[in-house]
């Protein structure tokens, strides 16, 4: 078998990669960097509004809803302590101890259970998900659907009964 040399290959020779073509909605979006922003904030104690600017001078908040990010990263900076507060009892360890992607994923999802009843639960559990596939550790989706799950029923228990 010959061995390729980096000189060999030349553009559009070689096996083609397949993107994913599933395309993030805006509000998606928003939670996904709303997620960064609040991770950055909960490791180096940053002020939210130098993460924002940042995030801003990054060009990062693009193609997302902003609304929704500004409301998420300064509702849950300022309330992290009521919404750990709300989710903590369905824990099998204390809330020090959650990795800090799906405590950062749990606070956007309990803060939406209780401030965005416009979105229904199911969704806002189905977003939180996503957000645990793709930035937590493995299987650490199933924990946030877990704990999201039990929440909401205290939360929007009209909604889940009708």
């Known amino acids: 078998m010959k061995q390729m040399r980096l000189e060999d290959i030349k553009p559009g020779q070689g096996e083609e990669i397949p993107e994913d073509n599933q395309r993030i909605s805006p509000r998606s979006q928003a939670r996904r960097v709303a997620l960064q922003a609040l ?3 909960q490791l180096n104690n940053s002020d939210m509004c130098d993460i ?5 001078e990054d060009k990062r908040l693009l193609n997302l809803d ?3 990010f500004n409301d998420l990263v300064n509702s849950i900076s300022s309330q992290y302590k009521k919404l750990d507060d709300l989710y903590s009892a369905f824990l099998d360890r204390n809330v020090a101890l959650i990795n800090p992607v799906e405590k950062t994923i749990l606070r956007i999802g309990v803060y939406e259970l209780q401030s965005s ?7 806002v ?7 645990a596939k793709s930035f937590g550790a ?4 199933k924990y ?9 029923k205290n939360l929007r228990e009209l909604e889940i009964n009708n």
Do not use: C, M, R
């Open 39 to 41: 991770y950055q904030w």
């Open 117 to 123: 009843l416009s979105v229904p639960y199911k969704s």
């Open 138 to 141: 493995e299987g650490g989706h």
């Open 52 to 56: 924002v600017k940042q995030f801003t």
């Open 144 to 152: 946030i659907n877990g704990i999201l799950d039990k929440v909401a």
């Open 125 to 131: 559990i189905d977003e939180a998900v996503e957000l």
């Open 66 to 68: 902003i609304e929704l």
